[in-house]
């Protein structure tokens, strides 16, 4: 192939906001286009997306990519998707027809059925008997589920659509009960897949039905340990597995654009979950590596080798990606309300924008002992509370603006802290102690400083704004055969650049303790509030 025609195509489906950018050999964007993501809430607590519209913006943004690039898409030599993880459709295999809207990994249907399945007698015996089980064995899988909970972040219950949806620690899981749907499952004629899976086979015109082992991994349906889709599972919710699509390496060949929708074939070789499409995209390829990444939410991923991670603290093992024989596990520690705190103190009229919260908090020279627990969804790992409320203590006449904003920020430091303790502590890994940053709240340096001096970490923060999208080219531009784009994933160390690094201020952090200390005094007391999960 020649240099002419090395371009790469990266489709990023967020949560938010939907990308198409093109890509060179320098890993220099030349061609970009941007829609807002449509997400519907047909009730309070649904969040639902028009599959019809997504296809239809999905067109557009690699048309207009392309044309920014000034390419034609035979220009195009490859392509990679990454797209957020655990928002899932069911679809008919002849008629190509979903049978319901895309239920997105943010839906909130049935909150009060997870607290009566976890407080039941089958519920602690199947905690119970995996713990004696571990107890014997000492396989890690069983010391995973000796924690299973469902979570009530999702599940939905809908006679239309026909299907009960749960999540399990942010993993999906989906069960069938409308007969005329089971009817169509027992002629195997649905398909089951989460958006990746859908996209490919839209683009494909519908011809390819696959997905990858990062986005498989991101659901409750696979067992990381055993490398397969869980017959246990499987058995538990009475679903088929031959719904389910076949799982691919990561970077490889997926399938084929259909010509007709952009004039010519281009060759889909990458699909990606996000978090992981951002941990290859800063270079985390060795045992210890960690990424961080601070937008919706926080996001700590610590690549643990060969072997998955079994926590029992709330770390999920996840799948990094699989190349080849190269298979890379990662523990993710997530916590939820990044991105909503501070449009939250936005919208209070605490600042006009976010970009000015550091010079704010700097402002001042403490919070005056102002304490902000982020909890508006819960608290996730490693407190696991899902009935916490947000909470915002020790309010005096002399507290100002600027003590707010002081907090808030704190807050988001002291819960990133909470993460990366947990996954110092349980994988027992020897972790870097350069830490890779990337998205949008990571460009606020007061949050960036107090979190290196925490993790007495240097903090590294890489001068490209979107590294989902460019793990999508990566992978892509990687994949084995006549399209590769790069060599080795050398080339990508060299490309990824840095833009600031943070270095840890030692004579800060007993001052951080002290105030950690006490902010948890105050987390402690936002915990088991809501006695009515679906508050």
Known sequence: MSDSKKFVLALDVGTTVLRAHVYDRNASIIGASTE????????????EMDPDLLWQQVQSVIHEAIRDAFLTASDISCMGITTQRNTFITWDK???????PFITWQDLRCSSMVKSWNESLFMSVFNKSCRVLYWITRIKRFLAASVLRYKSNQIMHDEKVGIRVVEIKKKTL????????????ADEKVNFGTLDTWLLWKLSGEKAFFTDYSCASSTAFYDPFQMEWSPIISLLLSLPLHILPPIKDTSGHFGKCDERLFGSEIPITAIVADQQAAMFSQCCFKKGDMKLTMGTGTFFDCNTGSKPHASIAGLYPLIGWKIGEELVYLAEGITADTGVCLEWAKDLGLFDDVSQTSDIAVSVPSSDKVYFIPAFSGLQAPINDDSACTTLIGIKPTTTKAHFVRAVLEALAFR????????????????????????GVTNNDFLMQMLADMTKCHLDRSPHRDMT????????????????VWESKEDF?????????????????????????????????SMKWYTNVDV
């Open 174 to 185: 989906v069960f069938i009960y409308n007969f005329q749907l089971r009817k169509r499952i």
């Open 416 to 439: 990133g802290y909470q993460v990366h303790s947990t996954i110092l502590n349980e994988t027992r890994t020897k972790l870097t102690t350069n830490i890779r940053c990337d998205g």
């Open 493 to 525: 160390i060299k490309l990824r650049g840095s833009e600031k690094i943070f270095v840890p201020q030692n004579d800060r952090v007993e001052k951080h303790l002290e105030d950690f200390a006490e902010w948890k005094r105050a987390m402690e007391r």
């Open 469 to 484: 999208s460019l793990g999508a080219a990566f992978l892509a531009g990687l994949a084995v055969g006549t399209f590769g």
């Open 36 to 47: 807002k993501i449509q997400v519907l809430h047909p009730h309070p607590g649904w969040s």
């Open 94 to 100: 002849d008629t190509g027809e979903p049978f319901h």
